[in-house]
């Protein structure tokens, strides 16, 4: 029998540019596992997976824990029932509903929202999924960093501590204006959808100017007529500012008692600010944003896809007290 210079016994010798490949291909397979395997790893305490990222007992107990004022208040509500012993077990009303299911329902929802909201921001790249430990690990961090920033006198934007469900509210707001412009990216309106809304509206697309006429006086004093700007008054000034707005918002003649720049002023109005209705093209990118904006917090709440994997009775068995 001939045997080829290629081949030994069956054996075929397979050329560089071959076993090359095929490395490659083998190390990108472990870089995809070692991708995977943070939803492949399942910490001891998990009661049940979303989308197969582990939620473990402590981390839905976070979640129970910003709801037991919300449930106490609905029981209150609607049964008149008081927080006592047995409170959260006792069964009320008809449909015999129990504090303790009705608090983890409500987590369930909320817990829900906010993975929802993590997966999609991972999967447009905007913030990479991070665990219950890991957000902890990260908090942490962030708060001693705050404090040594206190310390030394720099500045910073926020509270000086977070507590962890401060911290989350936190994160999501960084990422919320990111996660906007992404979908407005996917929101498409048509120029016959933008009229239609814009129609809708055009009550709300209109500009106000900032100035107004009125015949005021403080206390004892005669009334001169004097031009109020309302960009001359700090955002600090809350007293001027509703004053402001009670003027602009009263009919020529009508007499307005209040507050401003610290004193008490009683003025009447004589000429009202300017108001101008807004055009399509000037408000058309405040429609998109608000039509995406609105898209995206429907596309948050709607988690009904997302697959939990429970773990036996871990979790019908968890009682809320």
């Known amino acids: 029998m001939n045997i080829g210079k290629g081949a030994?016994?069956?054996?075929?010798?397979?050329?560089?540019?071959?076993?090359?490949?095929?490395?490659?291909?083998?190390?990108?397979?472990?870089?995809?596992?070692?991708?995977?395997?943070?939803?492949?790893?399942?910490?001891?305490?998990?009661i049940f997976t979303v989308d197969g990222y582990a939620v473990t007992e402590e981390e839905f107990h976070f979640y129970v824990t910003e709801q037991r004022a919300v449930t106490a208040d609905y029981f209150f509500r609607?049964?008149?029932?008081?927080?006592?012993?047995?409170?959260?077990?006792?069964?009320?009303?008809k449909n015999h509903e129990t504090p303790?299911?009705?608090a983890k329902n409500s987590a369930m929802t909320a817990l829900l929202k906010t993975k929802q909201e993590q997966f999609i921001a991972d999967e447009r790249g905007i913030a990479p999924?991070?665990?219950?430990?890991?957000?902890?690990?990260?908090?942490?961090?962030?708060?001693?960093?705050?404090?040594?920033?206190?310390?030394?006198?720099?500045?910073?934007?926020?509270?000086?501590?977070?507590?962890?469900?401060?911290?989350?509210?936190?994160?999501?707001?960084?990422?919320?204006?990111?996660?906007?412009?992404?979908?407005?990216?996917?929101?498409?309106?048509?120029?016959a959808q933008l009229q239609v809304e814009y129609a809708s509206k055009s009550a709300d697309y209109i500009r106000v100017a900032d100035k107004l006429t009125a015949a005021l006086a403080t206390a004892g004093q005669v009334k001169e007529e004097k031009v109020l700007n309302r960009l001359d008054i700090s955002k600090e000034d809350t007293e001027s500012l509703k004053f402001w707005e009670s003027l602009a918002a009263a009919s020529v003649g009508?007499?307005?008692?209040?507050?401003?720049?610290?004193?008490?002023?009683?003025?009447?109005?004589?000429?009202?600010?300017?108001?101008?209705?807004?055009?399509?093209?000037?408000?058309?990118?405040?429609?998109?944003y608000g039509s995406a904006e609105s898209d995206l917090r429907a596309l948050i709440a709607n988690t009904n896809e997302l697959k939990i994997v429970y773990n036996g009775n871990r979790f019908s068995e968890l009682v809320v007290n």
């Open 254 to 288: 009508e007499t307005v008692i209040g507050k401003y720049m610290g004193e008490d002023v009683v003025a009447t109005l004589t000429t009202k600010p300017e108001i101008t209705k807004l055009k399509l093209e000037e408000v058309k990118d405040s429609i998109l």
């Open 129 to 191: 999924y991070q665990s219950f430990d890991e957000l902890k690990s990260d908090m942490e961090e962030e708060n001693v960093k705050r404090a040594k920033m206190d310390d030394s006198g720099e500045t910073y934007y926020g509270l000086p501590q977070f507590d962890l469900y401060q911290y989350m509210q936190y994160l999501s707001g960084a990422r919320w204006p990111d996660l906007i412009e992404t979908q407005v990216k996917k929101t498409k309106m048509s120029d």
């Open 78 to 93: 609607t049964y008149g029932a008081q927080v006592d012993e047995g409170f959260w077990t006792r069964k009320y009303g």
């Open 8 to 46: 030994v016994m069956g054996i075929t010798r397979r050329k560089p540019t071959v076993i090359i490949l095929f490395t490659a291909l083998i190390v990108l397979a472990l870089l995809m596992l070692g991708l995977t395997n943070k939803k492949a790893e399942l910490p001891e305490n998990w």
């Open 100 to 102: 303790s299911e009705y």
